[in-house]
């Protein structure tokens, strides 16, 4: 029974450390906006990430089915995509609610995948959960287009999972570093343009680095530890808590402070991401690279 106890709490360390590590490289980089731009920071984390998952997974190492590239085109376009939009969203937002607006990208998905009747009840929740963290009718209290950003950020997310499946299907774990080399590709030139060189700037690397390692190489290792030794339903029950533990992070570093309607909002979206996930039939997921 210890033994089994010590089988289980390894994984779930190795969750909730990943968890953390990616809200801890959010907070990170939004310190950085002042500094750099929302650009340059996009920039660091998807380029120093592309050389860190290229080192890690080889995919020179595979050979390319040529008819299936376009989905490796797709899902790095939707990766870089979907962290720039994150980025913009979390300028003007709280993280909190930025990480909860994104979450319903992710949770579409799961909820087109089933047909059964107390989807509805997650569906209605997730309508609750974007009525308290939206401001329909006093725009002061939350930026509307940092909503958009998040709400669109969600919808790359979604696009990454449907991708990101088709692409795995066919390269496996060489999906994960060709997609961040084309999101880098991308997304680096568009850093450089805003803020010229000098975001490379040794006063900045240290911090560059650490986003991306806290947002990408440790949390993917950390996950595939957790997912390899846990249901995969326990593990997207557990996840479903990262809205959570992103406005804590950002109450606790940010100073970031959610009304009462914005905190019950996020807890309908995660109440909604967690019922999916524990009555929904095993299905394959992926996992963004934050």
């Given at each position: 029974?210890?033994?089994?106890?010590?089988?289980?709490?390894?994984p779930?360390?190795?969750?909730?450390?990943?968890?953390?590590?990616?809200?801890?490289?959010?907070?990170?980089?939004?310190?950085?906006?002042?500094?750099?731009?929302?650009?340059?920071?996009?920039a660091?984390?998807?380029?120093?990430?592309?050389?860190?998952?290229?080192?890690?997974?080889?995919?020179?190492?595979?050979?390319?089915?040529?008819?299936?590239?376009?989905?490796?085109?797709?899902?790095?376009?939707?990766?870089?995509?979907?962290?720039?939009?994150?980025?913009?969203?979390?300028?003007?937002?709280?993280?909190?609610?930025?990480?909860?607006?994104?979450?319903?990208?992710?949770?579409?998905?799961?909820?087109?995948?089933?047909?059964?009747?107390?989807d509805?009840?997650?569906?209605g929740?997730?309508?609750?959960?974007?009525?308290?963290?939206?401001?329909?009718?006093?725009?002061?209290?939350?930026?509307?287009?940092?909503?958009?950003?998040?709400?669109?950020?969600?919808?790359?997310?979604?696009?990454?999972?449907?991708?990101?499946?088709?692409?795995?299907?066919y390269?496996?774990t060489a999906?994960?570093?060709?997609?961040?080399?084309?999101?880098?590709?991308?997304y680096?030139?568009?850093?450089?343009?805003?803020?010229?060189?000098?975001?490379?700037?040794?006063?900045?690397?240290?911090?560059?680095?650490?986003?991306?390692?806290?947002?990408?190489?440790?949390?993917?290792?950390?996950?595939?530890?957790?997912?390899?030794?846990?249901?995969?339903?326990?593990?997207?029950?557990?996840?479903?808590?990262?809205?959570?533990?992103?406005?804590?992070?950002?109450?606790?570093?940010?100073?970031?402070?959610?009304?009462?309607?914005?905190?019950?909002?996020?807890?309908?979206?995660?109440?909604?991401?967690?019922?999916?996930?524990?009555?929904?039939?095993?299905?394959?997921?992926?996992?963004?690279?934050?």
């Amino acid at each position: 029974m210890i033994h089994s106890n010590r089988g289980f709490l390894l994984p779930l360390l190795c969750l909730f450390a990943a968890m953390i590590s990616i809200q801890g490289g959010a907070t990170l980089a939004k310190q950085l906006f002042p500094l750099v731009g929302v650009e340059a920071v996009t920039a660091y984390r998807l380029g120093f990430s592309a050389i860190i998952l290229l080192i890690i997974f080889k995919p020179w190492k595979r050979k390319l089915q040529v008819g299936y590239r376009r989905y490796l085109l797709y899902y790095g376009i939707t990766l870089g995509t979907m962290n720039f939009l994150f980025y913009q969203s979390i300028k003007t937002i709280p993280l909190g609610i930025a990480v909860g607006l994104e979450f319903t990208g992710p949770l579409a998905v799961a909820l087109f995948a089933s047909r059964r009747k107390i989807d509805f009840l997650w569906i209605g929740l997730v309508v609750l959960g974007l009525l308290a963290l939206i401001p329909f009718q006093d725009s002061s209290s939350i930026d509307l287009l940092g909503v958009f950003y998040a709400l669109t950020a969600g919808v790359c997310w979604a696009l990454y999972i449907v991708f990101g499946q088709k692409a795995g299907n066919y390269y496996g774990t060489a999906t994960v570093g060709i997609g961040a080399a084309i999101a880098a590709i991308i997304y680096v030139p568009i850093g450089v343009a805003s803020g010229g060189f000098g975001i490379f700037a040794p006063q900045y690397l240290p911090m560059a680095i650490a986003v991306a390692v806290l947002t990408s190489a440790l949390p993917y290792a950390l996950e595939m530890m957790a997912l390899t030794r846990m249901p995969a339903k326990t593990f997207g029950t557990l996840t479903s808590l990262e809205p959570a533990i992103a406005a804590i992070f950002g109450f606790i570093i940010l100073s970031e402070v959610l009304s009462t309607v914005q905190i019950g909002g996020i807890l309908a979206i995660i109440i909604a991401s967690l019922g999916a996930s524990l009555s929904s039939k095993p299905i394959e997921t992926v996992k963004k690279v934050d």
